[in-house]
């Protein structure tokens, strides 16, 4: 039985095609439950920026398979699908599984996300009883091999969003100066998310949160409990903070030089450590601020150079986890090879379990036994019978390939095995 893999990614599909494969999930077990009845064991992991249909069979499989997928889309786009979807056999298909499942495929090298999804589109397929025991094998050792690698690692441990960098400079800046005044000026994808670290750790830190943007400004009415402030009064504000950052789609400064002097004597003579944080593109934040006493400004490009750093230092660390990886196919398929013996084994486990039976239907309709003596007997008979076979067993786990396809060819036929 081989492992086989097809699928596409954003390596080589754009989002407009691959959201024909963001099927429902019950489109997608519809679909898995059709392929088990047609190829047999399969698992699904479809994400934003990856479908592959893992599944165990012949390689001629390969193209019923395909067709299979092009069946459920857009007939036009037909030939497009049958060109960039691609396949995988054998211990390829291991690799890149491990790989994928390791975050080493990502777009974002060496992310989180994918070990979770992985694992999900695995329980899903073991629920509904179309994994198999070779399926579930690979990907156990997957998901074991991804935690494991990324702990030795520490892949993990070095960020690469500019949200998550923002907060963690602003978080160093407020420990060291013991500030704890936050302002989050834009309520975009970024702005949300870098409030989204903040509340995590608000009450933790003894932090307050003001958020403000001109979408805000627009509301009939705020919440000052959630700390929403009105946009045009976000200098007002700024004596009661020591963090800005700032993430609007403005082509003008939200804080401009001239602006903030005139604010100062808000601060009424007490010198206020502030940091600005700009990851906005064009400029939010004008740079000439950080020539201003106990102000300092970070912009996009200072973030972006630790991105890039990480990405340096996470290249590294992918390459000594890819190191591990050939190890790890070898552990699989050297499990694989042996698996095969099983049915094997379980058939003499069967025909063991047989005689032993019938052995003691016999004795008990030939001599009547006490209890205490039939127990005694059928003790001894099964370990006897179990002796039989256990060398033989023994044997089948530790032949190599080619010694063990040639003794179970011959114990089926001396044992009359299906």
Known sequence: MIVNVVGVSYKEMEVGLREQLAWTQTKRMEYQIQLFESVGGNVLLSTCNRFELYYTGADTDVLEVIEGIIDQLNPEDGSIFRERLWSLTGDAAITHLLKVTA?????????????????????LASKMGISNKILNRLFQESIRFSKEIRTRVGISHLPISVAYLAYKRAMEFLR?????GVMIVGLGETGRLVKKYFDEVATKEGL????????ICQMNSLDPDDGSLPYEERYAFLSQVDCIISATSSPHYIFSYDRLLETMNLYQGKAKNQLFIDLAVPADIERRIDTLEHTQVLGIDEIGKTIEDNLEVRREMANRMIEKIPHEVEMLKDWMMRSVADPTIEGLQNKVQTAYGDAMDLIHKKIQ???????????VIKSAVLRVVKEPILGLKNMEQEELKEALTLMKKLYDLE
């Open 208 to 215: 307050v949160i003001y958020k403000t943007s001109r979408s």
């Open 103 to 123: 975050g080493l495929d990502s777009m974002v090298l060496g992310e989180d996300q994918i070990l979770s999804q992985v694992k999900d589109a695995w329980l």
């Open 176 to 180: 060291t100066t013991g500030g704890k």
């Open 369 to 379: 036994l006490s209890h205490k003596e039939s127990a005694y007997i059928e003790k």
